[in-house]
C-alpha cells in the first residue's frame, strides 16, 4: 500500500507518516521542501501537482498540508484562501488526473462549525457549519469542493473535522505548547510568574498519535463522501489543563491573569461526538490528556533556547 501525504514535515503530518510506516504502508511525502522520502511540490502549481501525483502512484493521499495558524488567516485572508482552498482544488485535479478511484482523506477543522454557544456540549458531523474566521472558511470551502468531486466524478474522498489535538513537536500559539513552555521558563528562573489569559472555556483535546490513527482508519474503512469529527469525546477547561500541568512541575507555579490574553468567546464548551468514526471505522481514542500534557512538557524540558 503506497501513501502520499501533504504536509509530511509538519506537526501532525511527522506523525502521520510514522503511523502509517508501522502498519506497513509505503509512504512519501509532498512537502514544498524535499528530502529523504518527500518529493518537492507547491500547492499552488498545478503542473507540480500533477508530477508528484503521478510520481509517487499512491494507493491513498492524505492531504494535510495548508496554512493552519488561525490568527495569522485574519493577517494574511487571501494567502490562507489560496493555500487552503486553491492547493487543495490542484490536489484534487491532480488525484483526478492520475486514478480518481485513489482513497484521498482531506483533513479539516472544527473550528467549521463555528460560535455554537450552547450547542457545544457535544457536535455530531450533523450539526450545521458556520465558520467565523478566514480559516474556517477556507477549510468549509475545502470540504465543499471535495464534496463536489465525489458528487460529479465519482472519487474515494472521505473528510474530517478534527478537534483540538496536541503532543510533542507541538508549535507555540496553541494552549497546551504555550503553557507548558510558561512553566519551564519559570522552573528555569527565566520568569517569576506563568502568565495566562481565560480558563473557562473547556475543550476537546486528543493525542496527535490518535488522531493521526483516525486518519488510517478512515483510509481503511471510511465511506465515500462522508465527513468524521476526530475528537475525545470529553472535554476539560483550561483551568483543569493548567492544574495538571503545574503538578507536573519542578517547583511552585506563581499563575498571573494577563489581560491582554484575554478573549472572549461565544463557545463556553465545545465536545465531539465521535459516533460515526467509531462506528464505521472501530475507532476510539486510547491516550488520556495526561500523557499529552507529559510528552509536551517533556519535549520543552528539553529544549535549549525558549
Same mark, same amino acid.
Given at each position: *500500500?503506497? +501513501?502520499?501525504?501533504?504536509?509530511?514535515?509538519?506537526?501532525?503530518?511527522?506523525?502521520?507518516?510514522?503511523?502509517?510506516?508501522?502498519?506497513? $504502508?509505503?509512504?512519501?511525502? #509532498?512537502?514544498?521542501? /524535499?528530502?529523504?522520502?518527500?518529493?518537492?511540490?507547491?500547492?499552488?502549481?498545478?503542473?507540480?501537482?500533477?508530477?508528484?501525483?503521478?510520481?509517487?502512484?499512491?494507493?491513498?493521499?492524505?492531504?494535510?498540508?495548508?496554512? !493552519?495558524?488561525?490568527?495569522?488567516?485574519?493577517?494574511?485572508?487571501? @494567502?490562507? *484562501?489560496?493555500?487552503?482552498?486553491?492547493?487543495?482544488?490542484?490536489?484534487?485535479?491532480?488525484?483526478?488526473?492520475?486514478?480518481? &478511484?485513489?482513497?484521498?482523506? *482531506?483533513?479539516?477543522?472544527?473550528?467549521?462549525? =463555528?460560535?455554537?454557544?450552547?450547542?457545544?456540549?457535544?457536535?455530531?458531523? &450533523?450539526?450545521?457549519?458556520?465558520?467565523?474566521?478566514?480559516?474556517?472558511?477556507?477549510?468549509? +470551502?475545502?470540504?465543499?469542493?471535495?464534496?463536489? $468531486?465525489? @458528487? !460529479?466524478?465519482?472519487?474515494?474522498?472521505?473528510?474530517?473535522?478534527?478537534?483540538?489535538?496536541? =503532543?510533542? /513537536?507541538?508549535?507555540?500559539?496553541?494552549?497546551?505548547?504555550?503553557?507548558?513552555?510558561?512553566? %519551564?521558563? %519559570?522552573?528555569? =528562573?527565566?520568569?517569576?510568574?506563568?502568565?495566562?489569559?481565560?480558563?473557562?472555556?473547556?475543550?476537546?483535546?486528543?493525542?496527535?498519535?490518535? %488522531?493521526?490513527?483516525?486518519?488510517?482508519?478512515?483510509?481503511?474503512?471510511?465511506?465515500?463522501?462522508?465527513? $468524521?469529527?476526530?475528537?475525545? /469525546?470529553?472535554?476539560?477547561? !483550561?483551568?483543569?489543563?493548567?492544574?495538571?500541568?503545574? !503538578?507536573?512541575?519542578?517547583?511552585?507555579?506563581?499563575?498571573?491573569?494577563?489581560?491582554?490574553?484575554?478573549?472572549? &468567546?461565544?463557545?463556553?464548551?465545545?465536545?465531539?461526538?465521535?459516533?460515526? #468514526?467509531?462506528?464505521?471505522?472501530?475507532?476510539?481514542?486510547?491516550?488520556?490528556?495526561?500523557?499529552?500534557?507529559?510528552?509536551?512538557?517533556?519535549?520543552?524540558? /528539553?529544549?535549549?533556547?525558549?
Amino acid at each position: *500500500m503506497r +501513501a502520499l501525504v501533504t504536509g509530511s514535515q509538519g506537526f501532525v503530518g511527522q506523525y502521520l507518516r510514522r503511523e502509517l510506516e508501522s502498519s506497513g $504502508y509505503e509512504v512519501l511525502g #509532498l512537502d514544498v521542501q /524535499g528530502g529523504v522520502g518527500v518529493l518537492q511540490a507547491d500547492l499552488l502549481d498545478p503542473e507540480q501537482m500533477r508530477g508528484a501525483v503521478g510520481q509517487a502512484r499512491p494507493d491513498a493521499v492524505f492531504h494535510l498540508a495548508g496554512q !493552519a495558524d488561525v490568527a495569522r488567516s485574519w493577517q494574511i485572508p487571501r @494567502r490562507t *484562501m489560496e493555500i487552503n482552498v486553491i492547493g487543495a482544488l490542484n490536489l484534487l485535479e491532480a488525484v483526478r488526473a492520475f486514478d480518481p &478511484s485513489v482513497r484521498l482523506v *482531506m483533513v479539516g477543522s472544527s473550528d467549521q462549525y =463555528g460560535s455554537l454557544g450552547g450547542a457545544g456540549q457535544l457536535v455530531s458531523e &450533523s450539526l450545521g457549519t458556520n465558520p467565523q474566521t478566514p480559516y474556517a472558511v477556507s477549510k468549509k +470551502a475545502q470540504e465543499e469542493l471535495a464534496q463536489v $468531486y465525489v @458528487r !460529479a466524478y465519482g472519487m474515494d474522498i472521505c473528510m474530517t473535522r478534527s478537534f483540538n489535538h496536541g =503532543g510533542a /513537536g507541538q508549535r507555540l500559539g496553541f494552549l497546551i505548547p504555550d503553557l507548558a513552555a510558561g512553566i %519551564v521558563r %519559570v522552573e528555569r =528562573g527565566q520568569a517569576e510568574a506563568l502568565k495566562v489569559g481565560s480558563l473557562t472555556a473547556r475543550r476537546d483535546f486528543t493525542h496527535v498519535r490518535d %488522531v493521526v490513527r483516525a486518519y488510517r482508519l478512515i483510509a481503511e474503512k471510511g465511506r465515500p463522501g462522508e465527513v $468524521y469529527n476526530v475528537g475525545s /469525546g470529553v472535554a476539560y477547561s !483550561a483551568q483543569e489543563i493548567l492544574e495538571k500541568l503545574c !503538578a507536573m512541575a519542578e517547583c511552585a507555579i506563581p499563575v498571573v491573569q494577563d489581560p491582554a490574553r484575554l478573549r472572549p &468567546s461565544d463557545t463556553p464548551v465545545i465536545c465531539c461526538d465521535h459516533t460515526k #468514526l467509531s462506528r464505521d471505522t472501530g475507532w476510539a481514542p486510547q491516550i488520556p490528556l495526561e500523557v499529552i500534557l507529559r510528552d509536551t512538557l517533556r519535549e520543552w524540558r /528539553g529544549r535549549d533556547g525558549l
